[in-house]
């Protein structure tokens, strides 16, 4: 089953597109889910403040049906539910995502400040959620002929690794596999990789793609060893791509980090929407 948060947000129903066009790829279910206060959720038909929360549980379901009609005008056979969240929208989607092989959520919602490039509950579920999440900006004009994936060779990117292939491959897309790498001397000062080092780099990113290329042999893969800050060669390689995947921690991300630095910077500033895939479970 694929989740979609909505707010009643241009970003929401852009995501609720998003989600419906992969539910119907996949085959699998899609629910619409809109989080409401749990006080004006539960509140009993008599009472103080009960005109006040069915006012709230009447727009909750406004939302909801404007998310569902935008669904219904694009993917007319996708099997389609709904559903009202009780509580915190961030609690509440991180929740509902263990239930789910996809989360699905706009990249800015009502409750942003003007100017803030990524909403507080994309940013909050994003590494955050047991399952993948996909922030959707901007939509593709197109069909997602190119998917773009973040490699770096930990054991925790493979989930992205993974799941990139499974994407080019339902969606018929070449991958595009980058590895963006930064060598830097006293000063501050770029260093040039020497040509056994590019070797290294490059064995580096076959070997993370050996495994799902041998699952996807239909995917076309192209391989990119880029000399540059991973933001900046990843957000470059964003533009005119349908997806860019990131794993959600990266090797130079500090422990206690929910979400690393990288990832964090891409949802805010990548060109096409973004899925942000966890760490592998430990069994």
Same mark, same amino acid.
């Given at each position: 089953?694929?989740?979609?948060?909505?707010?009643?947000? *241009?970003?929401?129903?852009?995501?609720?597109?998003?989600?419906? =066009?992969?539910?119907?790829?996949?085959?699998?279910?899609? =629910? &619409? %889910?809109?989080?409401?206060?749990?006080?004006?959720?539960?509140?009993?038909?008599?009472?103080?403040?009960?005109?006040?929360? $069915?006012?709230?549980?009447?727009?909750?379901?406004? %939302?909801?049906?404007?998310?569902?009609?935008?669904?219904?005008?694009?993917?007319?056979?996708?099997? &389609?539910?709904? @559903?009202?969240?009780? /509580?915190?929208?961030?609690?509440?989607?991180?929740?509902?995502?263990?239930?789910?092989?996809? #989360?699905?959520?706009?990249?800015?919602?009502?409750?942003?400040?003007?100017?803030?490039? #990524? *909403?507080?509950?994309?940013?909050?579920?994003?590494?955050?959620?047991?399952?993948?999440?996909?922030?959707?900006?901007?939509?593709?004009?197109?069909?997602?002929?190119?998917?773009?994936?973040? &490699?770096?060779?930990?054991?925790?990117? @493979?989930?992205?690794?993974?799941?990139?292939?499974?994407?080019?491959?339902?969606?018929?897309?070449?991958?595009?596999?980058?590895?963006?790498?930064?060598? #830097?001397?006293?000063?501050?000062?770029?260093?040039?990789?020497?040509?056994?080092?590019?070797?290294? #780099? =490059?064995?580096?990113?076959?070997?993370?793609?050996?495994?799902?290329? $041998?699952?996807?042999?239909?995917?076309?893969?192209?391989?990119?060893?880029?000399?540059?800050?991973?933001?900046?060669?990843?957000?470059?390689?964003?533009?005119?791509?349908?997806?860019?995947? %990131?794993?959600?921690? /990266?090797?130079?991300?500090?422990?206690?980090? &929910?979400?690393?630095?990288?990832?964090?910077?891409?949802?805010?500033?990548?060109?096409?929407?973004?899925?942000?895939?966890?760490?592998?479970?430990? $069994?």
């Amino acid at each position: 089953m694929i989740i979609v948060g909505v707010d009643g947000s *241009g970003a929401g129903l852009e995501a609720a597109a998003w989600a419906a =066009r992969e539910a119907a790829l996949r085959g699998t279910p899609l =629910r &619409v %889910v809109h989080a409401m206060p749990k006080w004006a959720s539960e509140m009993p038909p008599h009472g103080p403040y009960t005109d006040v929360a $069915r006012w709230m549980r009447e727009g909750a379901d406004t %939302v909801v049906a404007e998310a569902l009609d935008r669904i219904g005008e694009q993917e007319g056979d996708v099997a &389609v539910e709904s @559903a009202l969240l009780p /509580g915190d929208a961030r609690t509440a989607l991180i929740k509902a995502a263990e239930e789910a092989e996809l #989360l699905v959520v706009g990249n800015h919602g009502l409750g942003g400040f003007r100017g803030l490039l #990524l *909403g507080s509950v994309a940013l909050g579920v994003a590494g955050r959620a047991p399952s993948p999440v996909v922030v959707v900006r901007a939509l593709p004009a197109e069909g997602r002929r190119r998917i773009v994936v973040g &490699v770096d060779g930990a054991l925790s990117n @493979a989930g992205a690794v993974e799941f990139a292939f499974a994407e080019a491959a339902l969606h018929d897309a070449e991958l595009h596999a980058v590895h963006a790498w930064r060598g #830097l001397v006293a000063g501050g000062f770029e260093a040039a990789a020497s040509a056994q080092e590019e070797d290294g #780099l =490059r064995a580096m990113l076959s070997e993370a793609l050996a495994g799902p290329a $041998r699952r996807h042999p239909e995917v076309k893969v192209t391989e990119h060893v880029v000399n540059g800050h991973p933001v900046e060669v990843l957000k470059e390689a964003s533009a005119g791509a349908g997806l860019l995947v %990131v794993g959600s921690r /990266g090797r130079g991300d500090l422990a206690g980090l &929910v979400l690393g630095s990288v990832s964090n910077a891409l949802l805010q500033h990548a060109d096409c929407p973004v899925a942000v895939i966890p760490p592998p479970r430990e $069994r």
